[in-house]
Antibody, heavy 122, light 107 residues
Framework: DVQLVESGGGLVQPGRSLRLSCAAS????????MHWVRQVPGKGLEWVSG????????GYLDSVKGRFIISRDNAKNSLYLQMNSLRDEDTALYYC???????????????WGQGTLVTVSS | EIVLTQSPATLSLSPGERATLSCRAS??????LAWYQQKPGQAPRLLVY???NRATGIPARFSGSRSGTDFTLTISSLEPEDFAVYYC?????????FGQGTRLEIK
């Protein structure tokens, strides 16, 4: 079975950094694009960033460009999101999601983790 | 950025009834639209992709269709476990975007 397990969330002050991780298992990780999608509790879904199977195609939501960096380590079956210069509006549950396809890296997202909560507050 | 507008915001129906959820794209997304279901405290689940293809393990009562930039998710006969929030999502352009969701509630 496909499993995606996020970690690294927590309470952080505005302007500080946090690194999220996603450990993947149950599928050939290096065959698929991967994503981070966030959700403010009680609100809708917002795509944050995506990365193709070989890291050759990477995209970001405009509001996180220049602050967040997505990466992956195919040898470790892991996805990461380095979040710098955090803002109050980055507060959300962050999901790791697997793409159905390897390259285009825009979904659809056929498997999701349970999410890790990031709270940005002073 | 492509905007997806879902309607209605809330749909109140009874088990056994037919549900019709709509998603309209602000410009063409071809057939690159997916539907997700999210229950409280759970991650979203992919139901339909590329407008009309059911994802693995999704019951046949869920179906998707397209007419131009208008997309429909139909649940033919509601089961108690179908009451949830539903989102559409396009992958035609970056960034991938989601609709604001339709809450399907028990009448």
């Amino acid at each position: 079975d496909v499993q995606l397990v996020e970690s690294g969330g927590g309470l952080v002050q505005p302007g500080r950094s946090l690194r999220l991780s996603c450990a993947a298992s149950g599928f050939s990780f290096d065959d698929y694009a991967m994503h981070w999608v966030r959700q403010v509790p009680g609100k809708g879904l917002e795509w944050v960033s995506g990365i193709s199977w070989n890291s050759g195609n990477i995209g970001y939501l405009d509001s996180v460009k220049g602050r967040f960096i997505i990466s992956r380590d195919n040898a470790k079956n892991s996805l990461y999101l380095q979040m710098n210069s955090l803002r109050d509006e980055d507060t959300a549950l962050y999901y790791c999601a697997k793409d159905m396809f390897p390259v285009a890296a825009a979904g659809p997202f056929d498997h999701w983790g349970q999410g890790t909560l990031v709270t940005v507050s002073s | 950025e492509i905007v997806l507008t879902q309607s209605p915001a809330t749909l109140s129906l009874s088990p056994g009834e037919r549900a019709t959820l709509s998603c309209r794209a602000s410009q063409s997304v071809s057939s690159y639209l997916a539907w997700y279901q999210q229950k409280p405290g759970q991650a979203p689940r992919l139901l339909v992709y590329d407008a009309s293809n059911r994802a693995t393990g999704i019951p046949a009562r869920f179906s998707g269709s397209r007419s131009g930039t208008d997309f429909t998710l139909t649940i033919s006969s509601l089961e108690p476990e179908d009451f949830a929030v539903y989102y559409c999502q396009q992958r035609y352009n970056w960034p991938p975007t989601f609709g604001q969701g339709t809450r399907l509630e028990i009448k």
